[in-house]
C-alpha cells in the first residue's frame, strides 16, 4: 500500500529559450474587415539574460516582413536587421537571427512588421458574423488566445509565466467600435476614413489574457459603487446593434459581482473599466480576458421575459466564473498548464459562491452536486481520466485538460477543503494568496501554503493527494459488535469495477462525515487515512446513518443491505437532506454500473423517492434512469416498454400533481424547471396524456397563441412534439431555430430539439442541416447530441461523423478541443465491444493526439457499459417481471 503522492518534480515542458524575456509590448494593428486580412507592427522592450544572436519567440500562421533589434543591448546607433527570419510550423515559433550577439544584463527593442489573416476558427484573431437588422451578413474582428493562441495574431512569448505589459493601438474605420482590455488613451484622426484608438497600458499580465475587437456595437452601462478604491467603475455589456437591451441583466449581475468579490477577496478589481462582449461565434463558453470579457450570446444575453429559467441562471454564473478569473488567474497566474485547476477549479467553486450571494433563490450549492459534482465523478472513475494537477509538456496537450476534472473535480476539492477547514479560515488564506503573488505567478504549493498558515491545519499533507493523483475511492462499510462499530475501508472506484491490485495502491484522506438520525449525533470529524479502520458509531441505537454528510466528499459508498433499506426508509420519511438524498441515490445508481452492487437495488431503492418534491433530487434521478434506458436501449421491445413504464410510474404522478401552468406567477423557478423536467421524462417514456397535451399545445403555439407554453416548458415541448411526430412537427421546430427574432437560448432549444426525431430520413436531412451555413461551427454539437438517444439512430450519427471527419479537422483545425466534443457524442453511447473495436480502428490511422484522451474515455465508456449490461441484462429483466407500475 501507498500514501506516497507524486512529488512536484520538475516536469518536462516544451519552452522557449530562456536567453531572452519580454518587458513590454507597444502593438499597432491594422484589420480589413472586408477582406479579413491586417497588418501589424510589434515593438517589443526585452531584456538579454544571456548574450545571443538569436531571439526565438512564438508566431503561428504569420508573415513576418522585417524584423530589427535596438538599444543598448544592441551596442550600435542604427537599428540591426535580422540577417534571417525562420518560422517553424510544427514549434509554431519564429527565430531571428542578427549578425552581432546581444549583450547581456541590457535591454534592447525588437520591431517586427507582420501581418495575417483574420480567420474563421474562432481562435486566435478571427471574425464573427451577424446579421443587421435588414438582413444582411455582418463581421466584427475578435480574438481567442487561450491556451496559446495569442502566437497566431502577433509574434509573443506566449507562455503564462512571460508576463508583460501591453499598450495597443488599433487602426480601424470611423464608424466602427475599438475595445480593448484598458481603457481609451486617445483617439486620432490618421485620415483615409480611418482612426487610431490608442488604450491604457495593462498592468504585468500573460499573452492569453489580451484581447482586442473591432466591429459595430451597441451598449448598455453601469458603475460600481466605488467604495473598494474610491473610484467608480464604469461596467458595460457590448451587443450586436439593437440587441443591447438583452444585456441589462448580465450588467446588473457583473456590477453585483465585482463587489462581491472586492469584498471576499480583499482587493479592489484591478483595472480602470469592464467591458463584457457577446460575440456570435464563440468555440468557448467564456474568455475572462482581462477588463474585456468575451462570451457567447447564449452565456450572456438575458431576454427578461422569454429567457428560461435554466438560460438566466447560466448566464448569471458564467458572468461570475469569469469575473472571478479578474482575480484568480489574471491578477494571480499559474506558473504553468499544469496549474490550470488553479484558475478553473477556483473560479468555478467561487462563481458558484457568488451566484449563492446574489441568487440565494436559485439553491446553486445543491445544484453544484448535480451539474459539478456528479459531472466530476463520473469522469474521474475512468482509467483515461487525469489527476487535477496534470503533467503537460507542450501546448498540443493542453487543450485536452479544459475539462471536468480541472474545473469540476476541481472546485469539488476546494469544496471539501472548505469544508473542513472552516469557510472564514478558507477566504483568509485566499486573501493572504492573492496579496502575496499579485501581478506575478503562482502554484497549487503556493494555495496550500497560504491556507495551512491560515487555517493552522496543514493542508498540503492531504489535499496533494486529490490534486496529484487520479480518481477516487469507494468506501465500503461494514458492522461489527451488533451495531455499535462500523469497519470502513477503501478502495479506488473505476466505473468498471475491476480495479487491479496494481490501480489500488492510493490511499486518499478521506473525510467521512458520520452523519446520523437526530442532529446531536453527527460526527463530521472522523477521517479515513488508512486501507481501513474501525470508529465506534452506535448505529443500533439509530434509525439510520450515512457517511458523507451534505455529499461534501469526493467518493463513493457502499453500505450493508440493511443500512440501505434504513436510509430508504429515512428519505421516504422525509428524514434526509436534499445533499444527503442526491447523494445515495447517485451512488447507488453508480455502484450499479460499475457491479459493485446490483441494478436492481437501485430500482428499488427509487421507490423511497416517490414523495420527493425537490427539483434537483428529481434531476440526477432523470439523469440516472437516462442513463439506464441508454445502456438498454437495443435490448427486446419487451424489456424497454418495461422500462418507459417505469419511468411513467416515476414522473407522471408529478405532472398530474404539477400541471402545465404555474399557480402563481411568483412560483419559485426550479418549480417551473422541475415540471418540465417532469412532463419531458414522462412524455418520452409514452405518457398519452403527456403527448396528446404537448401535441394540442404546440398546434396552439404556432398559430399564434405564445401563452400555452412557459419559457420553462418551450424546450421540454418541442422536444416531445418532436419525438412523437413526424416532418410536420420537426419542420415546426426547425422553423423557429431559423427564426432570428426569437431569443437565442430558445433558438438552441429548438435546433437541440430536432434530434429527437425517430425518423431516420429526417436524421439523415438533420445531419446534413448540421453542416450548413445555418448552423454556426460553434452548434453542431446542439443538433447532433440527442441523436443517440434513440438507439436505432446512433449508427446513423456514427456513420455521418466518419464521412465528415476529413471536414471536421479542417474546420476546427485550430484548437482541436472540438473534435473531442464531436467524438464524445458521436460513439459514446454505444453498447457493445465490438463498437469499441470499430471505433477504435477508425481512429488508429488518425492524428488524433491533439484530442486522443477523450477517445480513450469514450471507448473505455463503452466498454464499461458493455460489462454493465451483460451482469445485469437479466438481474433487470427480473425486477422488471416481479414489479407492477
Given at each position: ?14 519552452l522557449l529559450p530562456?536567453?531572452?524575456s519580454?518587458?513590454?509590448?507597444d502593438?499597432?494593428l491594422?484589420?480589413?474587415?472586408e ?7 510589434a515593438?517589443?522592450?526585452?531584456r ?13 500562421e504569420?508573415?513576418?516582413s522585417?524584423?530589427?533589434?535596438s ?5 550600435t546607433?542604427?537599428?540591426?536587421q535580422a540577417?534571417?527570419?525562420t518560422?517553424e510550423?510544427?514549434?509554431e515559433?519564429?527565430?531571428?537571427e542578427?549578425s ?15 501581418n495575417?489573416?483574420i ?6 484573431f478571427?471574425r ?12 466584427i ?5 487561450e ?19 501591453f ?7 470611423e ?11 486617445r483617439?486620432?484622426d ?13 498592468p ?6 489580451l484581447?482586442?475587437?473591432?466591429g459595430?456595437?451597441?451598449?448598455v452601462e ?11 467603475i464604469?461596467?458595460?455589456v457590448?451587443?450586436a446593434p439593437?440587441?443591447?437591451e438583452s444585456g ?13 468579490f ?8 484591478a ?14 463558453g467564456a474568455?475572462?480576458n482581462w ?12 431576454d ?11 448566464a448569471?454564473?458564467?458572468v461570475?466564473h469569469e469575473?472571478?478569473h ?29 451566484v449563492?450571494?446574489?441568487?440565494p433563490e436559485y439553491h446553486i450549492?445543491?445544484q453544484?452536486?448535480?451539474d459539478?459534482f456528479q459531472?466530476?465523478l463520473?469522469?474521474?472513475?475512468l ?6 494537477q496534470?503533467?503537460v509538456r507542450?501546448s ?5 485538460i479544459?475539462d471536468?476534472?480541472s474545473?469540476s473535480?476541481?472546485?469539488?476539492a ?9 469557510l472564514?479560515?478558507f ?5 493572504a ?6 501581478y ?26 486529490w490534486t ?5 475511492p ?11 462499530k462500523i ?11 475491476d480495479?487491479?491490485?496494481s490501480?489500488?495502491?492510493?490511499l486518499w ?13 453527527e460526527r ?7 486501507r481501513s479502520?474501525?470508529?465506534?458509531v452506535?448505529?443500533r441505537?439509530s ?5 458523507n ?8 459508498v457502499?453500505y450493508?443491505?440493511?443500512?440501505i433499506a ?23 445508481a453508480s455502484?450499479a454500473s ?8 437501485f ?13 434537483i433530487?428529481?434531476q ?6 437516462d442513463?439506464?434506458q441508454?445502456?438498454?436501449a437495443?435490448e427486446?421491445?419487451?424489456?424497454r416498454?418495461?422500462?418507459r ?5 416515476v414522473?407522471s404522478p ?8 404555474a399557480?402563481?406567477a ?8 422541475l415540471r418540465a ?16 397535451e404537448?401535441?394540442?399545445?404546440f398546434r ?13 416548458t418551450?424546450r421540454?415541448?418541442f422536444?416531445?412534439a418532436?419525438?412523437a411526430?413526424?416532418?410536420g412537427e420537426?419542420?415546426k421546430v ?16 429548438a435546433?437541440?430539439s ?9 436524421i ?22 440527442a441523436?443517440p438517444?434513440?438507439g ?5 450519427l456514427w456513420?455521418w ?29 454505444f ?5 469499441a473495436d ?9 492524428d488524433?493526439k491533439?484530442f ?11 466498454r464499461s ?5 451483460s ?10 417481471a416481479?414489479?407492477?407500475?
Amino acid at each position: 500500500m501507498s500514501t506516497n503522492v507524486p512529488q512536484d518534480a520538475i516536469e518536462e515542458r516544451d519552452l522557449l529559450p530562456t536567453n531572452v524575456s519580454p518587458l513590454h509590448y507597444d502593438l499597432l494593428l491594422v484589420p480589413d474587415l472586408e477582406a479579413f486580412t491586417y497588418t501589424g507592427e510589434a515593438r517589443i522592450r526585452v531584456r538579454i539574460n544571456e548574450e545571443t544572436a538569436k531571439v526565438v519567440l512564438h508566431a503561428n500562421e504569420l508573415e513576418i516582413s522585417e524584423a530589427t533589434v535596438s538599444g543598448p543591448a544592441a551596442h550600435t546607433e542604427s537599428p540591426l536587421q535580422a540577417t534571417s527570419i525562420t518560422l517553424e510550423k510544427n514549434d509554431e515559433t519564429a527565430q531571428l537571427e542578427f549578425s552581432q550577439a546581444l549583450a547581456a544584463g541590457d535591454e534592447a527593442t525588437l520591431h517586427i512588421r507582420f501581418n495575417g489573416v483574420i480567420n474563421d476558427m474562432m481562435t486566435g484573431f478571427y471574425r464573427s458574423k451577424y446579421l443587421d437588422s435588414q438582413g444582411a451578413t455582418k463581421y466584427i474582428a475578435t480574438t481567442q488566445f487561450e491556451p496559446t493562441d495569442a502566437r497566431r495574431a502577433f509574434p509573443c512569448w506566449d507562455e503564462p509565466m512571460l508576463k508583460a505589459t501591453f499598450t495597443v493601438t488599433l487602426r480601424v474605420p470611423e464608424g466602427l467600435t475599438a475595445l480593448s482590455n484598458m481603457d481609451v488613451a486617445r483617439v486620432e484622426d490618421v485620415g483615409g476614413g480611418l482612426k487610431e484608438v490608442s488604450f491604457n497600458t495593462t498592468p504585468v499580465m500573460s499573452t492569453y489574457l489580451l484581447a482586442f475587437i473591432v466591429g459595430e456595437f451597441d451598449y448598455v452601462e453601469d458603475h460600481t459603487s466605488g467604495k473598494h478604491n474610491g473610484r467608480q467603475i464604469p461596467c458595460r455589456v457590448y451587443t450586436a446593434p439593437g440587441k443591447s437591451e438583452s444585456g441589462r441583466f448580465a450588467l446588473k449581475v457583473a456590477v453585483q459581482v465585482l463587489e462581491y468579490f472586492a469584498d471576499v477577496f480583499g482587493i479592489a478589481y484591478a483595472l480602470p473599466k469592464l467591458d463584457q462582449v457577446a460575440i456570435g461565434d464563440f468555440e468557448a463558453g467564456a474568455m475572462e480576458n482581462w477588463g474585456l470579457v468575451t462570451y457567447r450570446e447564449v452565456a450572456l444575453l438575458v431576454d427578461e421575459a422569454n429567457t428560461s429559467s435554466r438560460a438566466k441562471q447560466f448566464a448569471a454564473y458564467v458572468v461570475s466564473h469569469e469575473l472571478a478569473h479578474q482575480w484568480f488567474g489574471n491578477l494571480v497566474t499559474m506558473e504553468w498548464w499544469s496549474e490550470l485547476w488553479l484558475n478553473e477549479g477556483f473560479a468555478t467553486w467561487v462563481g458558484t459562491l457568488a451566484v449563492d450571494h446574489v441568487f440565494p433563490e436559485y439553491h446553486i450549492w445543491t445544484q453544484f452536486l448535480v451539474d459539478e459534482f456528479q459531472r466530476a465523478l463520473a469522469l474521474d472513475a475512468l482509467r483515461s481520466s487525469h489527476p487535477i494537477q496534470v503533467p503537460v509538456r507542450r501546448s498540443s496537450e493542453i487543450s485536452q485538460i479544459f475539462d471536468a476534472i480541472s474545473y469540476s473535480k476541481g472546485a469539488s476539492a476546494i469544496r471539501m477543503l472548505s469544508s473542513h477547514i472552516g469557510l472564514e479560515s478558507f477566504l483568509k488564506g485566499v486573501r493572504a494568496y492573492l496579496q502575496e503573488h499579485k501581478y506575478a505567478n503562482a502554484s497549487t504549493r503556493d494555495l496550500w501554503r497560504a491556507l495551512t498558515d491560515a487555517s493552522g491545519v496543514d493542508v498540503t499533507k492531504f489535499m496533494a493527494i486529490w490534486t496529484r493523483t487520479i480518481g477516487y475511492p469507494i468506501i465500503t462499510v461494514t458492522e461489527l459488535d451488533n451495531g455499535s462499530k462500523i469497519e470502513v475501508q477503501q478502495n479506488r472506484y473505476l466505473s468498471a469495477g475491476d480495479a487491479l491490485e496494481s490501480e489500488d495502491q492510493m490511499l486518499w484522506w478521506v473525510p467521512l462525515g458520520v452523519h446520523m438520525h437526530g442532529a446531536e449525533n453527527e460526527r463530521p470529524a472522523d477521517v479515513l487515512a488508512s486501507r481501513s479502520a474501525v470508529f465506534d458509531v452506535p448505529v443500533r441505537n439509530s434509525k439510520w446513518y450515512k457517511l458523507n454528510k451534505d455529499t461534501v466528499g469526493i467518493y463513493r459508498v457502499k453500505y450493508p443491505a440493511a443500512s440501505i433499506a434504513n436510509i430508504a426508509k429515512g428519505i421516504a420519511d422525509g428524514e434526509l437532506s436534499i445533499t444527503d438524498r442526491i447523494g445515495v441515490i447517485a451512488d447507488a445508481a453508480s455502484l450499479a454500473s460499475s457491479g459493485h452492487s446490483n441494478t436492481s437495488d437501485f430500482l428499488t431503492l427509487l421507490r423511497a423517492y416517490s414523495n420527493e418534491t425537490e427539483f434537483i433530487v428529481w434531476q440526477e434521478t432523470a439523469l440516472r434512469l437516462d442513463a439506464l434506458q441508454s445502456v438498454w436501449a437495443m435490448e427486446s421491445d419487451e424489456v424497454r416498454t418495461k422500462l418507459r413504464a417505469l419511468v411513467r410510474s416515476v414522473f407522471s404522478p408529478l405532472t398530474k400533481s404539477l400541471g402545465w401552468d404555474a399557480a402563481s406567477a411568483k412560483e419559485d423557478s426550479l418549480a417551473s424547471r422541475l415540471r418540465a423536467l417532469a412532463i419531458r421524462a414522462a412524455g418520452f417514456a409514452g405518457d398519452q396524456d403527456i403527448i396528446i397535451e404537448t401535441n394540442r399545445r404546440f398546434r396552439d403555439f404556432f398559430a399564434g397563441n405564445s401563452a400555452v407554453f412557459n419559457i420553462d416548458t418551450l424546450r421540454t415541448a418541442f422536444s416531445v412534439a418532436v419525438r412523437a411526430g413526424g416532418r410536420g412537427e420537426f419542420e415546426k421546430v426547425k422553423g423557429y431555430y431559423l427564426d432570428q427574432a426569437n431569443p437565442i437560448d430558445q433558438r438552441l432549444a429548438a435546433l437541440s430539439s430536432l434530434g429527437f426525431a425517430t425518423d431516420p430520413a429526417l436524421i439523415d436531412e438533420l445531419l446534413e442541416f448540421a453542416l450548413c451555413d445555418k448552423v454556426r461551427n460553434q452548434d453542431v454539437h446542439q443538433v447532433i447530441a440527442a441523436i443517440p438517444n434513440y438507439g436505432p439512430n446512433r449508427e446513423r450519427l456514427w456513420q455521418w461523423y466518419q464521412a465528415s471527419y476529413d471536414l471536421f479537422v479542417s474546420r476546427y483545425r485550430a484548437s482541436m478541443n472540438y473534435m473531442g466534443i464531436l467524438v464524445r457524442l458521436s460513439v459514446g453511447e454505444f453498447v457493445g465491444n465490438d463498437k469499441a473495436d470499430e471505433v477504435e480502428a477508425f481512429f488508429k490511422a488518425k492524428d488524433t493526439k491533439k484530442f486522443q484522451r477523450v477517445i480513450d474515455q469514450s471507448l473505455e465508456k463503452i466498454r464499461s457499459n458493455t460489462k454493465w449490461l451483460s451482469k445485469d441484462r437479466q438481474d433487470v429483466s427480473s425486477w422488471l417481471a416481479v414489479n407492477d407500475f
